[in-house]
């Protein structure tokens, strides 16, 4: 059996399909990591779905802010996002199935066997494997429940931006999901930054990567994750960035977690662009 992890596919249905055939990938034997962010920006984000939830039980998947857009429009009311091309999902014969499927997805994952954690953008310095997985279920049993609703209504928002363990309510399932699908730089205070975008070296001084953080509870861990375009592949023994910017003309990426972790690309199809 291969373990594979594999970036942000964003509707790269094409890329995906070629990508799994390039790892000879066997949903019988082998398992996918895919690190969030299924949907949205690309031409095939219904077929895309289609195709995960197919192959069941081979797929660990967690939810990245793309796809919480797709929730929202499907499940909540007035949300400041536009439908755009996940309309074909919305409207698709199976959309209640699909959307169901999806928002019974993890924000976060660990295999102790490989010591390893999979988030879609990034956990905050006090946070330890166990904190991280206890907040991210909070979140998944609100989508999952009867509070799905709700939660997706008061989701959009920076505030609160710093962490304290006194949060609660909506505040709290705000920085959690906040933290693990949208994070790419944060503040010597542990405040989260939404504004910066851009590789490392480029954020103002007060910034730091959310990975370089002093003190970090996870750093004996592998973190895999994606989000960060601008980051594209950064391995070592503990962090693996698969965002490689497939729907912005760049790459999809899978590395085998279980073997020699050398990765394997296909070439993106849609134009290039730069990321907004």
Not at 259 to 272: D, H, I, L, Y
Request: one cysteine or more; charged letters at 25%; a negative charge.
């Amino acid at each position: 059996m291969a373990v594979y992890a594999v970036g942000d596919i964003q509707g790269c249905y094409d890329e995906f399909a070629t990508l799994l055939d390039a790892i000879t990938f066997d949903p019988g034997h082998d398992r996918l990591w895919l690190v969030g962010d299924l949907v949205n920006r690309g031409p095939k984000s219904l077929e895309t779905l289609r195709l995960v939830q197919e192959l069941g039980d081979a797929v660990v998947c967690i939810l990245g802010n793309h796809d919480l857009h797709l929730l929202a429009l499907a499940l909540a009311d007035d949300v400041p996002v536009a439908a755009g091309n996940l309309s074909a999902v919305l409207q698709a014969e199976d959309s209640g199935e699909l959307i169901d499927w999806l928002r019974r997805r993890p924000l976060a994952h660990f295999d102790a066997g490989l010591n390893t954690l999979m988030v879609h953008a990034g956990v905050i310095n006090t946070w330890s494997v166990a904190d991280t997985l206890e907040r991210a279920g909070e979140v998944a049993d609100t989508l999952a429940g009867e509070s799905a609703h709700e939660f997706l209504c008061a989701m959009y928002g920076r505030q609160p931006d710093t962490w304290s363990d006194d949060l609660d309510g909506m505040d709290r399932l705000r920085f959690i999901t906040n933290c693990l699908t949208r994070i790419r730089y944060c503040a010597a205070n542990g405040r989260l930054d939404f504004d910066h975008k851009l590789a490392p070296g480029t954020q103002p001084a007060e910034l730091q990567p959310w990975f370089e953080m002093p003190d970090r509870a996870t750093t004996d861990t592998r973190i895999v994750f994606g989000h960060w375009s601008t980051l594209s592949l950064m391995q070592s023994e503990s962090l693996l960035a698969l965002d490689t910017g497939c729907t912005w003309g760049g790459a999809l990426t899978a590395v085998r977690l279980d073997g020699e972790a050398k990765p394997v690309q296909v070439r993106s199809r849609q134009p290039r662009v730069f990321e907004d």
